[in-house]
Each structure stands twice: as structure tokens, then as C-alpha cells.
């Protein structure tokens, strides 16, 4: 009986977020409204990342990479090798040349760049724009620019550790003292025998302290665009080559948003990180959702835009009862959430300008997303009689709400972003 009761309140908190667009606007007041925001960014803890979440890896005043913290919670164990950051570069910014422990996915948000990559003797350069993604294998030598002359470069970037889980290192080799060259680590004989020259020469040449992100003059940027590779290398097949995800026909779209996916099949290299990629336009007073995912843990960050999201979050390692609980969570620009494989959640934009999402499928195995409203809906293909028995006989009522929303995917989005707090007719129609 217990685990009937557990089935049907997880049933009525994903139809109440189905259903929460047609609910009439709330009338609470400013202060109501400050006090429930607050519980709500108390209640999605750990699935909700703000800015001061992150730390700054490193950088200067040209440019900065902000990491965001470990996915240290026992809820994320299945994710816990995995990091995520954001690096932005002033216009005509160079970024030294270093490597890290870890395998990288990185999607261009904004800007132009160019961006070199030195691996198995062997150098490409490609350039690089808003909606390119590419895979760097770990250990790879990178260096690149910022080729504007007015607007940022942003990128998001995926790390998956290769030794300790959620344990990131980058090493520096040009440079000198900031950042500090892996070479100056090595004993003085050492250090001499491998470049066969005197250490007062080595130190004079790795005397660099002006940080990992420099100011380039556009001819130093061209020059390097244009660079030949060095005499005697054999060009490369060039599998690593960026692919632009918006230049994909999207997989939904409609008037009221837009969902660019890309997976394996578009980049074998997703694959080796277990990774899929995707990009969620909504437009301004339109929602996303509710659906969920049937493998992979999803990491979602916001671009552009305000709005909120909605989901069903399992219960917290530590937290009072075991039951499943409806989360909520406000979002601007540099939010970061999680959501667990099997958890339905919905995206709603609210604030002047479209929600832009990037989304981070993470071990995505056989994942496939099932939706949990409109035309698609998975409880419209339930025959009659299970129909009957899961929603108590009430089918006229029944069928009406399942049939009203014909979109896809994308839909109209509530009228108030608290609408749920007038849904006592509907909680009365789901009752059990």
C-alpha cells in the first residue's frame, strides 16, 4: 500500500507541472513573494549552482576561466568525474598554451576565436564561432585568441577527470614564473641536460610573469591564423574539427522555441566523454517541458535570458522523509542546475528576452526524453482500462486534460510564475 501511495503522489507532482500553465495567476504579495523565493533556492540545493558557486581558476584582466565547484554530493555520485567552467577573453586576448589532465567538450556561446591544438607531433588551428562545439583529448597542447575587435569570446567547457574524480590540473609549459612553467618543478640538472643549455639561459628564457591570458595586436592574431604547419609534419585527418550544433536542423521546433541536440552520431568524440550536447531556445513567456530523461544526468546552463525551472527532485542524502518533492528555482544568466536521470522538470521564460539553455547530457548510455504533456504526452498511450485504474474513473475529465494541449515540447507558458499556489481545483480532480 505504501508503495502505491509513493506512485500516485510522484504521478500527481508531474501532472500538477503538466498542468501548471493553465492555472489562474497568483495574488501574493512582495514580501510573500521574497520569502518564497528563498525557499525555493534553500529547497533546490544541490541541484541549483549560482554564480557564487564558481571560482576563478585563473586569469587576468584580459580574460578569466570560472570553475564551477565539485560535484561533491553523494546525489551526484554517478557524475562526481566531471566538471564544468566558463572562460571569457577580452577582444584581441591571447591565451597561453597549456594542457590538462582531463578530456574537454567546450561550446562557443559567444564571439569569434581561433584556438591551436599541438598533440602526437602534430598542430591544427581552426576558428572557431557562436554554436561550434569540439572535443580536446586530454594531455592536448591548446593555445588560441579572441580574433574580435569588439565583443567578448565565451565558452563553455565540460572537463571529465582521467586520475582523481572531480580533480582538475593544468599545466603551463612557456611561461616562467605566472603562470608557473611545469619545468621550473624539475631539479637544475635535469632541467639543463634535457634543453642542453646553462640554467642562467633557461631562467632568462621562462622569466614570463604576465599571466595566462595576454593582449595580442590583430596582426600577431593573423599571422597565427595563418601560420603553415611546421616543416616535415604530415597534415592530420583533421577529426577534431569544431561542428556548429545551430547549424543542425533543430529536432523540435515550433513559434515557441527551438531544441538543437547533438550526440555521437554528429561527433565520435562525444562518445568517448559519454556526452551528449543540446541547446534549448525558448521564447519570451513560452515553457519547455515538462519530460524527463531516462539515462542521462543533465547539466543545464543559462546563456541568455530569465525564467524559472520546475522539477520533481529525489529525495537528499541527510533530508528529512523520502518522498519525491516538486523543486523550483529562479533563473538569470550564469545559472547552473542539475537534473537527475528520471526526474520530469519544465523550463519556463519570463523575463524580456528568449531563455537560451545549453545542456550537457552526462553518461547518456540509451538516453531517451519522454514527454510529459501535450501532443507526445506517454500517459496519452496508455490503453483505456490502466488508464481508468491509475486516474480513478474519471475519464471524461481525464481525457479532456490530456487532449488539450496539441503543441510539442515548447508551449504557451504560465500567466505568473506562482501560479501553482491557486491549483486546489486541480489538486481535487487528481486526489486519490
Not at 581552426?126 to 597542447?141: L, R, S
Request: hydrophobic share 35%; proline share 6%; glycine share 8%.
Amino acid at each position: 500500500m505504501a508503495t502505491t501511495t509513493k506512485s500516485n503522489r510522484t504521478l500527481l507532482v508531474v501532472l500538477l507541472l503538466c498542468f501548471s500553465s493553465a492555472l489562474p495567476p497568483s495574488s501574493a504579495s512582495d514580501p510573500e513573494e521574497k520569502d518564497q523565493k528563498e525557499k525555493e533556492t534553500e529547497t533546490m540545493k544541490p541541484f541549483f549552482f549560482d554564480k557564487e558557486s564558481f571560482r576563478k581558476w585563473g586569469g587576468t584582466k584580459y580574460g578569466s576561466v570560472m570553475m564551477l565547484k565539485p560535484f561533491s554530493s553523494e546525489i551526484f555520485r554517478r557524475i562526481e568525474d566531471y566538471r564544468f567552467a566558463v572562460m571569457e577573453a577580452e577582444p584581441l586576448t591571447f591565451l597561453l598554451p597549456s594542457h590538462f589532465d582531463a578530456m574537454e567538450v567546450f561550446y562557443v556561446i559567444q564571439g569569434r576565436g581561433i584556438i591551436t591544438l599541438i598533440c602526437t607531433g602534430k598542430r591544427e588551428t581552426f576558428e572557431v564561432k557562436k554554436g561550434d562545439v569540439m572535443m580536446i583529448p586530454a594531455g592536448t597542447v591548446v593555445y588560441g585568441s579572441n580574433c574580435g575587435s569588439n565583443e567578448k569570446l565565451r565558452v563553455a567547457m565540460l572537463f571529465k577527470t582521467m586520475s582523481t574524480p572531480g580533480k582538475i590540473k593544468e599545466f603551463f609549459g612557456a611561461g616562467g614564473k605566472n603562470p608557473t612553467s611545469f619545468y621550473r618543478w624539475f631539479s637544475k640538472d635535469v632541467v639543463e641536460a634535457f634543453f642542453n643549455t646553462d640554467m642562467e639561459t633557461i631562467e632568462k628564457a621562462f622569466s614570463y610573469e604576465k599571466g595566462s591570458f595576454v593582449r595580442a595586436t590583430p596582426e600577431q592574431i593573423k599571422a597565427m591564423k595563418e601560420a603553415p604547419p611546421p616543416e616535415g609534419v604530415q597534415p592530420s585527418e583533421r577529426s577534431l574539427r569544431p561542428f556548429n550544433l545551430l547549424q543542425k536542423k533543430p529536432i523540435h521546433a515550433n513559434e515557441l522555441g527551438k531544441l538543437f541536440h547533438a550526440d555521437r552520431r554528429d561527433c565520435k568524440h562525444l562518445e568517448e566523454m559519454n556526452v551528449d550536447i543540446a541547446v534549448a531556445e525558448i521564447s519570451k513567456d513560452a515553457m519547455m517541458g515538462p519530460r524527463y530523461n531516462t539515462e542521462a544526468t543533465k547539466l543545464a546552463f543559462v546563456m541568455q535570458g530569465k525564467g524559472f525551472m520546475e522539477m520533481v527532485a529525489p529525495p537528499v542524502p541527510g533530508e528529512e522523509g523520502k518522498e519525491e518533492k516538486m523543486v523550483r528555482a529562479e533563473l538569470s544568466p550564469g545559472s547552473v542546475f542539475v537534473t537527475p536521470p528520471g526526474h520530469p522538470m519544465a523550463l519556463v521564460a519570463t523575463g524580456e528576452s528568449n531563455l537560451e539553455v545549453l545542456c550537457f547530457g552526462i553518461k547518456t548510455g540509451r538516453n531517451m526524453q519522454q514527454d510529459l504533456g501535450g501532443r507526445d504526452n506517454v500517459l496519452k498511450m496508455m490503453d483505456r482500462t490502466a488508464m481508468e485504474l491509475s486516474f480513478g474513473g474519471k475519464m471524461d475529465d481525464v481525457e479532456r486534460v490530456l487532449n488539450a494541449q496539441t503543441k510539442s515540447v515548447f508551449y504557451p507558458g504560465p500567466k505568473s510564475r506562482h501560479g501553482l499556489s491557486s491549483s486546489s481545483s486541480f489538486l481535487r480532480f487528481v486526489e486519490f
